[in-house]
């Protein structure tokens, strides 16, 4: 990779890490660290650490006796992380092929990240692997996407202007939310006495407009889906009626959206 590749995907991680983490992903770390009962002294690794946000809530529980590791296979997300956290060992990996030895963990996180591993079941069971026996596997994923009305009503505008594919990689992030499937997923990883809960949350973006583009301009591009500029100018232009139960005061977008969290201890 370049330098300018680099700096492209650092560039990227910041957007990354301004728009989406307070809109969305912050609000779960507390949920997350806690549900896998981190404490002091503890060895954690976050898998698709992203930039970080998990980690950091990770490292502030297990203190100076303790250390995280955070994974992830985007190297601007790391530099991203790197530049805010210097304190944790940031590392860059895929999940389906943790460099780390058998059993050395005493809790591995992976928070909104199992649902795009090229080899979900090979993941887990890495995932697995490096937990030392008695330790907690925690992960997270969005609940299905018909439960979680705002990103359903912008799914199903964008596939009705711009195609089934557009519209599936709208999904990506929630196929993963019946939890029936997660279990049977863990389940065939070799993971056992798995307890999984609901949460709510909110979702919070400044406008609609800077919700729609996020993931027209942002997210469809990384998922293979390039759509033309008259495609989305259309979109960004229903969505305000599409999208309009969802706005609050200053032109806000506010709606709920749920997460289940599934822990399991190692035996």
């Excluded at 005493?106 to 887990?124: I, K, N, P, S, Y």
């Excluded at 596997?137 to 964008?158: C, K, Q, R, S, T």
């Excluded at 969505?239 to 201890?265: D, Y």
Aim: with cysteine; charged share 20%.
């Amino acid at each position: 990779m370049n330098a300018h590749d680099i700096s492209d995907h650092i560039e990227a991680a910041k957007a990354y890490e301004a728009l989406f983490v307070p809109a969305l992903f912050g609000q779960w770390v507390s949920t997350v660290v806690d549900a896998a009962q981190v404490a002091g002294g503890q060895q954690v690794l976050d898998v698709a650490c992203g930039t970080g946000i998990l980690a950091k809530a990770a490292l502030s529980r297990v203190g100076e006796g303790g250390a995280v590791v955070g994974l992830d296979p985007n190297p601007g997300m790391l530099a991203v992380a790197g530049a805010a956290s210097p304190a944790i060992d940031w590392r860059e990996g895929r999940a389906e092929r943790l460099p780390f030895p058998n059993e050395i963990f005493d809790r591995v996180l992976c928070q909104f990240g199992l649902m795009f591993f090229e080899d979900r079941q090979r993941a887990v069971e890495e995932m697995l692997r490096v937990l030392r026996p008695g330790g907690c596997l925690a992960v997270a994923v969005w609940d299905a996407i018909e439960n979680i009305p705002g990103y359903a009503a912008e799914m199903a505008l964008v596939e009705a202007i711009a195609g089934k594919a557009a519209g599936d990689a709208i999904r990506a992030p929630f196929v993963l939310g019946r939890s029936h499937d997660l279990r049977a997923l863990l389940e065939a990883g070799g993971v056992r006495r798995i307890a999984i809960e609901t949460h709510s949350g909110e979702a919070r973006f400044a406008s609609i407009e800077t919700m729609v583009a996020a993931e027209l301009r942002g997210w469809l591009p990384v998922m293979g889906v390039h759509l033309p500029d008259d495609l989305i100018n259309q979109i960004l232009r229903e969505a305000e009626s599409a999208l309009g139960e969802f706005a609050a005061g200053n032109g806000a977008v506010r709606f709920g959206i749920t997460a289940h969290i599934a822990t399991a201890f190692k035996g």
